[in-house]
T-cell receptor
Framework: AQSVTQLGSHVSVSEGALVLLRCNYS??????LFWYVQYPNQGLQLLLK??????LVKGINGFEAEFKKSETSFHLTKPSAHMSDAAEYFC?????????????FGTGTRLTIIP | DAGVIQSPRHEVTEMGQEVTLRCKPI?????LFWYRQTMMRGLELLIY????????DSGMPEDRFSAKMPNASFSTLKIQPSEPRDSAVYFC???????????????FGPGTRLTVT
């Protein structure tokens, strides 16, 4: 069964510093991969997605992620953290086959920005 | 455009009572998903529909939970009878499924926070 592992349930970075949130997937074939963000008391919002096109994916709010098949990773980065980036981030995977709509989410990483 | 709409946003009920959560997906979307989020178990998919038909309900915890989608613009998740362990945030999400390629991103509603005392 496919799954995602997010390393680090809590990450703290200083404002202006690099943000790196880690996600590794397990799948026999490269899947579709997603990063979602959840602000307090809100639903999840899509940040970016990988669907077997370009391996470097750019998303909203200055975030990007790189798909690395050799490492089975899809880490999320942002060059310079902003206070508004404080939220919980979820990596998700979907099997690359027609008919399967299910997303499997990681356990989430709570990002704290230090002023 | 309106996103996914869920009601109520908050629900407090006593154990044993029936609870009905409601969802209106984004217009034009043909897949709808119900999730439950708790601290202990994270985000779990309960059930999803495509073209108003339930496709996978393997995540529904037990017979106390039921979901319906009578038309393309409305779905309900019912818990009867409710128990304290059902306390969670319940999210509805919708997406558009392409016949040739399957669907991609899901758009989430704001959630319903359910507290069962």
């Amino acid at each position: 069964a496919q799954s995602v592992t997010q390393l680090g349930s809590h990450v703290s970075v200083s404002e202006g510093a690099l943000v790196l949130l880690r996600c590794n997937y397990s799948s026999s074939v490269p899947p579709y991969l997603f990063w979602y963000v959840q602000y307090p008391n809100q639903g999840l919002q899509l940040l970016l997605k990988y669907t077997s096109a370009a391996t470097l994916v750019k998303g909203i709010n200055g975030f990007e992620a790189e798909f690395k098949k050799s490492e089975t990773s899809f880490h999320l980065t942002k060059p310079s953290a902003h206070m508004s980036d404080a939220a919980e981030y979820f990596c998700a995977v979907k099997k690359l086959n027609f008919g399967n709509e299910k997303l499997t989410f990681g356990t989430g990483t709570r990002l704290t920005i230090i002023p | 455009d309106a996103g996914v709409i869920q009601s109520p946003r908050h629900e407090v009920t006593e154990m044993g009572q029936e609870v009905t959560l409601r969802c209106k997906p984004i217009s034009g979307h043909n897949s709808l998903f119900w999730y439950r989020q708790t601290m202990m178990r994270g985000l779990e998919l309960l059930i999803y529909f495509n073209n108003n038909v339930p496709i996978d309900d393997s995540g529904m915890p037990e017979d106390r939970f039921s979901a319906k989608m009578p038309n393309a613009s409305f779905s309900t998740l019912k818990i009867q009878p409710s128990e304290p362990r059902d306390s969670a945030v319940y999210f509805c999400a919708s997406s558009f499924r392409l016949a040739e390629e399957g669907s991609y991103e899901q758009y989430f509603g704001p959630g319903t926070r359910l507290t069962v005392t």
